[in-house]
């Protein structure tokens, strides 16, 4: 059962659905970026890129270790590599005017696509953070409720 929660301000009455921390997308042969389904995320990679399951699996999970990365095994690996460059995680962000969005916050440049605004946070860094909306207050993650 998944729970919501919500970060809300201790002053004004801001308030944003903290969302998942990152959603997977994978970039599609047209070059759209498609989020992937939440089971299956490395079958619908390995369909995506025409790689088998294992190499997906193996892939993402070697990029995830620290000596991998130190001693740049992933460039060794074709498969590591096309993951990199076509995978990543979307953030729910919010710029300082409160437009909510969504982009790859290690990818991207950091810049609102309603305003083109560089003050842009990822809704999960918003916790204790100051009040992006009255700046007085500071943001509290609350319960919100589950849905079965
Ligand atoms: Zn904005
Ligand atoms: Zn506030």
New binding site residues.
């Given amino acids: 059962m998944p729970f919501y929660f919500k970060n809300q301000?201790t002053?004004?009455s801001?308030s944003i659905t903290c969302g998942e921390p990152g959603v997977t997308y994978v970039i599609s042969d047209s070059g759209d970026r498609v989020v992937c389904p939440h089971v299956g995320e490395n079958s619908f990679i390995a369909q995506s890129l025409h790689i088998s399951e294992k190499q997906a699996w193996n892939a993402r999970y070697y990029a995830t270790s620290w000596w991998w990365r130190l001693f740049g095994g992933w460039r060794h690996s074709k498969v590591a590599k096309l993951i990199a460059t076509r995978t990543g995680k979307l953030s729910h962000c919010v710029c300082s005017d409160m437009h909510e969005f969504k982009l790859d916050y290690e990818k991207d440049r950091r810049i609102c696509p309603v305003c083109s605004g560089r003050e842009i946070k990822r809704v999960v860094d918003l916790e204790g953070e100051a009040?992006p909306?009255?700046?007085?207050?500071h943001i509290e993650k609350i319960f919100s409720g589950s849905i079965t």
């Fill in positions: 301000c002053q004004c801001f009040c909306c009255c700046r007085k207050g």
